[in-house]
């Protein structure tokens, strides 16, 4: 009896192994026309601001 559950045991630690594998997956492999750096981590100045006024054109005759 104890050497049943023995592997019992054993085997469904091995399947719980692979099934958490598999849904784990394969890291993320960036593709070439992605933009890489996203800025998530940049500092926002007044500069970068995004409520900046809009540039004015040359005046109109």
Sequence with gaps: MMPTLIVALLVILAVAAVVW???KGPAPT???DEDQDTAWNDPITP???AHQPPHKSEPRP
Excluded: D, H, L, T
């Design 47 to 49: 500069a970068e601001s």
């Design 30 to 32: 960036p593709r070439p």
């Design 21 to 23: 594998v598999v849904r």
